[in-house]
C-alpha cells in the first residue's frame, strides 16, 4: 500500500506564487510517475503536471511556463512550484503516483488564487 500526504496550498492573490508539496510512503517502486492534478468545483479532474523516474515532465498547456514540477526519488517526494497563477488556477491540487502496482491518490490540498 502506498500513502500520499500533501502539503502547501493556501490562498494567494492573482500573480502570486505557491508551492506545493507530497510525500510518498509505503511500498514504492523505483519506476514510477508522479504527478498533479487538480479539479475545481464543476468540472472534470484534470493533469496539471507529471514526472517520471527518470525526470521526464509533462505540463497541461495552461500552465506551461508558470508551474514547474521537481521531485527527488531517494525521499519520495514531488513538489509543484506555481508562478503567476490566475484565477482560473483555482482548485483542489491532487497528488498522484503511477506504479505496477497501482494508482494512489493524496485527499487533495486546496489553491484559491483571488483576482
Known amino acids: 500500500q502506498v500513502q500520499l500526504v500533501e502539503s502547501g496550498g493556501g490562498l494567494v492573490q492573482a500573480g502570486g506564487s505557491l508551492r506545493v508539496s507530497c510525500a510518498a510512503s509505503g511500498s514504492i517502486f523505483r519506476v514510477n510517475v508522479m504527478a498533479w492534478y487538480r479539479q475545481a468545483p464543476g468540472k472534470q479532474r484534470e493533469l496539471v503536471a507529471q514526472i517520471s523516474f527518470i525526470g521526464t515532465t509533462k505540463y497541461l498547456d495552461s500552465v506551461k511556463g508558470r508551474f514547474t514540477i521537481s521531485r527527488d526519488s531517494a525521499k519520495n517526494t514531488v513538489s509543484l512550484q506555481m508562478n503567476s497563477l490566475k484565477p482560473e488556477d483555482t482548485a483542489l491540487y491532487y497528488c498522484?503516483?503511477?506504479?505496477?502496482?497501482?494508482?494512489?491518490w493524496g485527499q487533495g490540498t486546496q489553491v484559491t488564487v483571488s483576482s
Open positions: 498522484n503516483l503511477k506504479q505496477s502496482a497501482g494508482d494512489y
